[in-house]
């Protein structure tokens, strides 16, 4: 239960307004992520761009001629399928590393009472993978936002920036309006070609990941008006990410929108469905707004009512299962929060009505939320319910005109190490080596957390009894409040028509004109372009 009190306090934090005056505590602080935090007072708000952007990357044409050049090379092979896909469902597995990949294989094993190693998770048995570089165009280790505009908008951008080109510095509301800097996502070319388009998340609505197929921000953190505030813009002229998501295309025109925070589309003077108060300053109640704009909509807020929903006879479904981020699956109450896997499962339903087709993006955002704790337990976990919902997809889809790409927007710093013999306990200690001192050390590490486990000398102290379960605080090495993303590569694996494009070492950037080639939209080549 230590995480979800962590995300209680967190969200208490944010609902006071803290979080956002304050940079961002917890996971996502904007001002670390921006370089800002070093070498300044704690909370400072002293605004310094000092992260170098190449100049010819804030051009969103450069991205869109490099995919081009990434695509034509693999298509200068062998094509072995030329089958167009009717749907695409994008997977991302938020802060997913090939370690937390890996780590979750063997927790699958080991709770199937196998030594794990052996075991496989779903999405590894598909028939293309693929590495995707996750650096960003003022970032070598990136965040959600500026990896969200890459995999969703086929542009490269700042950190922190979302939707928006790297000619856009933080917090910089103005140069967000140009209309030269604002890019277009695959939800919006998949809108145009008359498919359907739905987002899912465990995070919230508004949460940078799923925000990449709506959003356009120099700002990841604002997300309703009194953030926007917060920050020292004013929010009637820059608009809010909820607002954004109601009122503008191509948001207002999702056919299922899957997630948490509730309280960004409420006013502060109502309670929402949580028995929480919301967090707009402005008064604008956008469901009541949403609800009017979609005549046939259903709005759900728990796993009763999105079950008891009948797709066939609704229009649009928003579901928001908490005022704030939806609950660690291992901590929430089953009979109240829907899965992963019954999200997926009423979203591919639903999409699936439209003869044109549809593109999902379904994210398993919590496994960065464990990561970011330390809480190795808990990413693998999250990690685990991912993947169930990436069989669930496969299996009630046809292979033969559904493209299903599963990826994670960028790593986290955590390493498996140190010869442990099979079927050590994933989440606990390695019993085949000590450190210099005669000390054993865990299975699992972090490079930065908030727990060494060090002595009044500063010396390891053993673990025994401290790790080994699933909310157990992970050891780290350099202290730090909470865990860091890493820069390395992230996995990319595909099954389905023309998922064989995705292979090699590609550029982040690159993966939604592949997803776009295969089936048909944008204004980039297609396989259609292409078929005689």
């Not at 693999?74 to 072995?80: F, H, I, M, S, V």
């Not at 890459?150 to 967000?176: E, P």
């Not at 956008?286 to 609704?314: C, D, F, I, T």
């Not at 919902?389 to 994670?408: C, F, K, P, S, Y």
Request: charged share 20%; net charge negative.
């Amino acid at each position: 239960m230590l995480a979800q009190q962590i995300l209680m306090v967190l969200g208490a934090l944010a609902l006071a307004g803290v979080v956002q005056v304050q940079g961002g505590l917890g996971p996502h602080n904007v001002y670390e992520l921006s370089g800002q935090a070093a070498n300044k007072p704690r909370f400072s708000t002293d605004v310094a761009t000092d992260k170098y952007t190449p100049p010819e990357e804030m051009d969103p044409q450069f991205w869109y001629d490099l995919a081009n050049e990434e695509i034509n090379k693999r298509l200068a092979l062998p094509q072995p399928d030329k089958r167009k896909a009717k749907n695409v469902i994008l997977f991302l597995g938020d802060g997913m590393p090939l370690t937390t990949v890996t780590a979750a294989r063997i927790l699958k094993g080991q709770r199937q009472g196998k030594t794990g190693e052996e075991s496989s998770l779903s999405f590894e048995k598909f028939p293309h993978t693929a590495l995707s570089r996750t650096y960003c165009s003022n970032a070598q280790v990136p965040d959600s936002a500026c990896t969200a505009t890459a995999y969703l908008c086929g542009v490269k951008t700042n950190i922190i920036n979302i939707g928006v080109s790297a000619a856009v510095n933080f917090n910089n509301c103005t140069a967000s309006q140009d209309p030269n800097n604002r890019l277009t996502s695959i939800a919006e070319w998949a809108q145009n070609a008359g498919k359907s388009t739905g987002i899912v998340t465990t995070t919230t609505l508004t949460h940078a990941s799923p925000s990449g197929a709506y959003a356009k921000t120099a700002n990841r953190m604002w997300e309703c008006d009194t953030d926007v505030t917060s920050y020292g813009v004013d929010a009637s002229t820059c608009i809010d990410m909820a607002t954004q998501l109601v009122t503008q295309t191509p948001g207002k025109n999702f056919d299922i929108m899957f997630g948490g925070g509730m309280g960004k589309f409420l006013p502060k003077t109502i309670k929402d469905s949580h028995g929480n108060a919301g967090e707009r300053s402005d008064g604008v109640n956008l469901l009541s707004k949403w609800q009017s704009q979609h005549k046939g909509g259903v709005l759900v807020s728990n796993r009763k009512q999105l079950l008891n929903v009948n797709v066939s006879a609704v229009g649009n479904i928003i579901g928001l299962f908490e005022s704030q981020l939806m609950k660690f699956h291992r901590d929430a109450d089953a009979a109240y929060q829907p899965t992963l896997s019954e999200l997926t499962e009423v979203t591919i339903k639903k999409l699936s009505q439209n003869e044109n087709g549809y593109f999902a993006f379904i994210e398993g955002g919590l496994i960065d939320y464990g990561n970011h704790y330390t809480q190795a337990g808990y990413a693998l976990d999250e990690a685990l319910e991912f993947e169930k919902a990436i069989q669930l997809a496969r299996d009630i889809t046809d292979i033969e005109d559904t493209l299903i790409v599963v990826t994670a927007d960028h790593g986290h710093a955590v390493s498996i190490a140190g010869y442990p013999g099979r079927g050590t306990n994933i989440v606990g200690i390695n019993q085949h080596d000590t450190d210099l001192n005669g000390v054993r050390y865990s299975v699992l590490n972090y490079a930065a957390g908030p727990n060494q486990y060090l002595d009044e000398n500063g010396q390891r102290i053993p673990l025994d009894g401290l790790v080994g379960d699933d909310d157990s605080i992970t050891p780290s090495y350099i202290p730090k409040e909470q865990g860091v993303h890493s820069g390395e590569d992230v996995g990319i694996w595909a099954s389905g028509p023309q998922s064989h494009l995705l292979s090699g070492v590609m550029q982040q950037s690159t993966i939604p004109h592949i997803m776009a080639y295969a089936s048909c939209i944008g204004s980039g080549q297609t396989l259609c372009d292409n078929t005689t």
